[in-house]
């Protein structure tokens, strides 16, 4: 049994066991994470690769428990999930036995946190971050945390368009936001629609002139 305790009169509680990442402790890299995240009642989070749960559980402590979705691809991750949701008294959370977001229906989340594994290839971090991209709100965040920097860095910027990075306590904090890249679109369609037209104007303006 892991313990956290958020308040003076608060202690969360968390069954794990050697098979799931960070079995005897909370793990540093998600206290890290959430100090970059600020968080609102009427969120909708997700918690991808979720672990025993701590992340989506903690945030439950803010965000409304039925506006949060928890995912793992493990099973043994997703049972632990459930225990330790209705342990610390949430029967609301969403929680998705999923391949990253394959099985996840919902769209439009505030937030989607991760602690991706990153000791290995890019295959799974890569797909997180497309995935995330799709199911984001405008205006939403990916927040990632890892331990390497450049990698992470430019897919993020080349998805996103932009990146901020946080090092906090020996890890780096990523921070994407999905903007509206269609909107900024359609207004330089709009500009250069009226400076063609307005070119068009002047050359009428010209020839008229020319002709006397």
């Not at 921070?175 to 359609?186: H, L, V």
Request: charged letters at 30%; hydrophobic letters at 35%; a positive charge.
């Amino acid at each position: 049994m892991i313990e956290y305790s958020v308040s003076d009169h608060r202690v969360l509680k968390f069954f794990s066991n050697q098979d799931v990442f960070s079995p005897s402790n909370i793990d540093l890299g998600a206290l890290a994470m959430l100090k970059q995240v600020q968080l609102k009642k009427g969120d909708l989070l997700l918690d991808l690769g979720c672990g025993y749960g701590f992340v989506g559980i903690y945030a439950a402590e803010t965000v409304e428990e039925q506006n949060i979705t928890m995912v793992d691809i493990s099973k043994q991750a997703i049972d632990l999930d459930k225990k330790n949701a209705l342990k610390n008294g949430y029967t609301k959370i969403s929680i998705i036995q999923s391949d990253g977001l394959d099985d996840v229906n919902q769209n439009g989340f505030n937030w989607i946190l991760s602690n991706p594994p990153y000791h290995v290839d890019f295959s799974v971090p890569k797909k997180f971050i497309y995935q995330s991209y799709e199911k984001l709100a405008i205006g939403g965040k990916l927040v990632m945390v890892t331990k390497r920097r450049e990698w992470y860095k430019n897919k993020l910027i080349s998805v996103f368009g932009g990146v901020t990075i946080y090092e906090v306590d020996g890890y780096f904090v990523f921070t994407a936001q999905k903007k509206a890249i269609e909107k900024e679109n359609n207004k330089e369609v709009k500009r250069n629609r009226l400076s063609k037209k307005l070119a068009r104007k002047n050359e009428i303006k010209k020839r008229r002139k020319s002709l006397g």
